[in-house]
């Protein structure tokens, strides 16, 4: 399902890619299932006793970092948000909290280098964290290589990244 709730589609070829995407969505689950593009703006339904998957943001863009704290806290995530590398070293490196099950970070947080540097990293160091770097930088083959497990290039659906993350998190 693509609707105009989430985007103002003006002609046509907006709404077919839109409805293409939420198929290529659909397709990623095994039997049947379908996708909506229309965001959850309620928390997850209750895990019953269970641990929320943990997330850490690292976004320099103030208004980005709080954008996806609260959504993404809306949809039943553990959300951690620093602007630094050095601080998303510090909650990675925590003993006496669980470790974040995904980092979604910009690849550019001071230069061209920084992120993919941290993302290289966390990689080597922490394979079981998943990586969403998303990055204004459009070199999918070399965020890619730094280590990361998905390139989202900005600017991006917040919808497109609640699919990956589900997607990330259960095995995909």
Request: aromatic share 6%; glycine share 8%.
């Amino acid at each position: 399902i693509a609707g105009t709730q989430t985007h103002p589609f003006d002609s046509f070829l907006p709404l077919f890619n839109a409805a293409q995407q939420m198929k290529a969505f659909a397709r990623m689950t095994p039997g049947n299932s379908w996708q909506s593009d229309r965001l959850r703006l309620a928390g997850a339904p209750g895990t019953g006793g269970q641990e929320k998957p943990g997330i850490l943001v690292l976004e320099a863009d103030a208004a980005l970092a709080y954008l996806l704290k609260t959504t993404l806290q809306m949809e039943g995530f553990n959300v951690n948000v620093v602007s630094g590398a050095d601080d998303a070293r510090v909650i990675l490196n925590r003993t006496d909290t669980a470790r974040p099950d995904i980092l979604i970070l910009d690849a550019v947080i001071h230069d061209e280098e920084s992120g993919l540097a941290l993302a290289r990293e966390v990689h080597e160091t922490y394979p079981e964290v998943r990586i969403i770097c998303t990055s204004s930088l459009h070199n999918r083959q070399r965020v890619l290589q730094s280590g990361a497990d998905l390139y989202l290039p900005k600017p991006f659906e917040l919808s497109s990244l609640f699919l990956w993350i589900h997607r990330l998190l259960h095995g995909g």
